[in-house]
């Protein structure tokens, strides 16, 4: 889930942190930049159906955001991502090291210096 | 007395009673009612065989507190408190419940981001009509204003969302009568009209809209709209 308060171990990449609805999305926005909700479902080969209570959460979130555009008298979204892949990331690590620290205290730290060590 | 001792009261002083042929009557009357109302099939007399059956039961919970002298009796305390919350709640509540609404969505006039949305409505209907923030095709009507998401002004094109309007734009034409049939919906326990209620405005949406993209519309969202 986008909130981060469960880490699938065992999932692949950012599956780890997102469903993997949200994760197809996100990649696609970080690969290609702004976009409308047609060009996410086709470059995703997502349905609409499923794509859209995602998008919100995403939106809420904070992980993504939009704009509304109106092309031609049709009303549209266009979506962006906020935060590039790597702050992303960056901001992941910070949050889940965050809360190993808050949960095992010097123990973490320990065991993030020898994992450095062995990098 | 508890409330299974009253009832069983009930229950054996209307066996006893001279009414009980009648009140026995009228429930046979609305199960007939009922069941003629599967037999038909357009919607408006589906909906008055309903309401004729929903009529029968009231009159028989009625009849029956009036004959049996229950005042004083907790099951009728219960009852009609029971009415009295759902009729502050169907008549007073429901009839606001789009100011809330519009705070709690964050809702904009359409007009801001579309042109011809609400002159569309205006024809049709006295309704303010509002988009929200969401990419889940929906639309509703409350109160006298009817609601859209950005996701349904995504999906449709003009013809298919001026079926939305149209459907829901009925919606609010029969604002003041669908709270009594809702009303009688509680009063007799019984469920709802909302299925041909929903027929209505669809028939009403085609006569406007025309049918195809009304089916087009209900294919492309799904139930999502209602």
Known sequence: MVKL??????????????????????????????????????????PLTSIAGTLDRLVKAGYAKRSVDNVNGRVRYVYSPVFSEEEAASEITTRVLDSLVDAFGPLAVENFSKYSGKK | MNIIGELNCIGLCLSLSDFAPYIGLLVVVSIALLAARWMRTRPEQRLFTFISAQFAVLLAILATFYIMQCSG??????????????????????RFYDKILIRRLDAKPIASIMEWGQEFVDRLTSASVYYYDSAVPRAFASGRSIFVSVGLLEVLDDNELKAVLAHEAWHIRNNSRTPLLKQLSFMTFSYSTEHELEHMADAFAARIAGMEPLISARQKVDKLFI
């Open chain 1, 5 to 46: 308060d469960q880490i699938n171990i065992s999932n692949e990449g950012l599956t780890k942190f997102f469903s993997p609805i949200e994760a197809a999305i996100l990649r696609v926005l970080w690969t290609d930049g702004d976009m409308m909700t047609s060009e996410l479902t086709e470059k995703t080969k997502i």
């Open chain 2, 73 to 94: 009796m907790l099951t009728v305390y219960l009852y009609f408190t029971y009415v009295v919350v759902s009729t502050v709640l169907i008549f007073g509540l429901l």
